[in-house]
């Protein structure tokens, strides 16, 4: 039946010229069908460089607004348009405004998982893999970074030149990883290695052996001479793993690290939004498009 779906989706994208991106959360299905997967950062400049003229988003609505700004001339369709992020839904453009005015001489610094919107009045972008790197390329010592105070505590302490100032907010997945889940693991697989996401507490990021994006995580354990991991982020990411390095073994740190939003997109999804008779298409105004872009081409450029 699946593969059945996923022939049928294989021949529509091809007979229709689309692009299908998928993060790397999707569940294995989807990843199967993708022209391409990745983390946010490399779908959003994979997004640009692709000859189709319409793209579908296995993802989150954050990433299909980052694939329109990047490529406002592409029909841009998210499968599933419920698929939201909480933590890009936390901060409004009002908030950080008001904010911005209290700090008038700082860098605010979004993290991409944000909306179009607030991303207008932000003055760089980051993603998990860049954000160390653009935070130390920036000429201003004073930060101001949201909306994840755990990825920013992170960048803080790999860039103690710079004064970062953070707001409360973050990922709910994530944030239910504990260091007491990181000490079980230890005692569980003594011969792990503990990979974590960034938007994990600092109290977990301080007990892992590696810390990366989603991209990172797999690289880093694809690469290994280990044969034992466990992985603090989304669980779709332990399924990847065991599926591309059958010879290693994977564990996720906690039973919770399920982001259903990005569980939300299913096979069907996609087959109805190819078919035409689904998903979303992301309609941004052109002032939008034009001012939320600048932050994104400042990220492209210093990452
Ligand atoms: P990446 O930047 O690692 O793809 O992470 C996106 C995300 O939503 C993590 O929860
Ligand atoms: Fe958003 Fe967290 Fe889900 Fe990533 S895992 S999409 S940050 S809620």
Redo the contacts with the bound molecule.
Sequence with gaps: MIHDIQQQILRLKKEKDVCILA??YQAREIIEIADFTG???GLSVKAKEVPQSTVIICGVRFMAETVKILSPNKKVLLANPTAG?PMAEQMDKELIGAVRKQYPDYTVVAYI?TTAELKTICDVCV???SAVKIVRNLPNKDILFIPDCNLGDYVAKQAPEKNLKLLQGG?PI?ARVSDFDVQKARLEHPNAEILV?P?CTPDVVALADFVG??SEIMEYAKNSYNSEFVIGT?ISIVQHLSYSCPEKRFYSLSKNLICPNMKATSLMDVYHTLSGNGGEEIDLDSKTLKKARVCIDRMIELG
């Design positions: 993060h790397s983390d946010s950062f992020c998982n993603t998990s893999s990922c994530h996401h938007e994006s989603t989304e």
